[in-house]
């Protein structure tokens, strides 16, 4: 299977732990991408990476969230003293750089946060 | 920050029924995407429409970009309890072609 692999697929935390969400790309793309999702709702970006460079965040992204992409491939989100508004489900994406596919993105399977 | 608003939110419809969900803007867009999601997974694209008054047909799911790039549409015919899901839409924004998604339709389909 070569699509996007996301680890674990659930996660239960108490308030205050730290937990780290690793995402696996597919492997010719150099853009990753991190959402967050709510029930009900739709995904919501969290941060952006091109190769290793983490060239965006959104405004959603607390100083109690990390990403990294060391060596451009795998990526992880580590979220420090989870709260319990931290609840929801974590997507990761990759996309191909450049060309008409460029703008579409793959889905992992999402890991699933719950903060008791 | 641009919002793709979709309607319905909710619809459930029995087996064999048509059905269309609509995806609004007031922004213009370059291209704009339609995702399916089942509950526990990640969005599985289904198309991808880039010019204005494009219609793309899948199987039975047809899909058309509003001739002004600031609305969409899809149709679904003959509706099978397969096609159950929440239904996005979303488009690419800025440098990073992050996607914006819109609100979804939660779609039932029984028997």
């Known amino acids: 299977d070569t699509g996007v692999s996301q680890n674990p697929r659930h996660k239960i935390t108490k308030r205050g732990q730290n937990v780290t969400f690793r995402c696996d790309p597919i492997s010719e793309h150099n853009r990753l991408y991190w959402y967050r999702q709510t029930l009900g709702q739709g995904p919501e970006f969290l941060t952006y990476?091109?190769?290793?460079?983490?060239?965006?965040k959104s405004r959603l992204l607390s100083d109690r969230f990390s990403a990294e992409r060391p060596k451009g491939s795998f990526s992880t989100l580590e979220i420090q003293r989870t709260e319990q508004g931290d609840s929801a489900m974590y997507l990761c994406?990759?996309?191909?750089?450049?060309?008409?596919?460029?703008?579409?993105?793959?889905f992992g399977q999402g890991t699933r946060l719950t903060v008791v | 920050t641009q919002l793709l608003e979709q309607s319905p939110q909710f619809l459930s419809i029995q087996e064999g029924e048509n059905l269309t969900v609509y995806c609004n803007s007031s922004?213009?867009?370059?291209?704009l995407q339609w995702y399916r999601q089942e509950p526990g997974e990640g969005p599985v694209l289904l198309v991808t429409v880039v010019t204005g008054g494009e219609v793309k047909k899948l199987k039975r799911l047809t899909f058309q970009f509003g001739d002004a790039r600031k609305d969409s549409s899809l149709h679904i015919t003959a509706a099978q309890p397969g096609d159950t899901g929440l239904y996005l839409c979303?488009?690419?924004?800025?440098?990073?072609?992050?996607?914006?998604f819109g609100t979804g339709t939660r779609l039932q389909v029984t028997l």
């Open positions: 979303a488009a690419p924004t800025g440098t990073a072609s992050k996607l914006t």
């Open positions: 922004s213009v867009f370059s291209s």
């Open positions: 994406a990759s996309s191909p750089h450049g060309g008409q596919g460029a703008t579409e993105a793959f």
């Open positions: 990476f091109q190769n290793e460079a983490q060239l965006e």
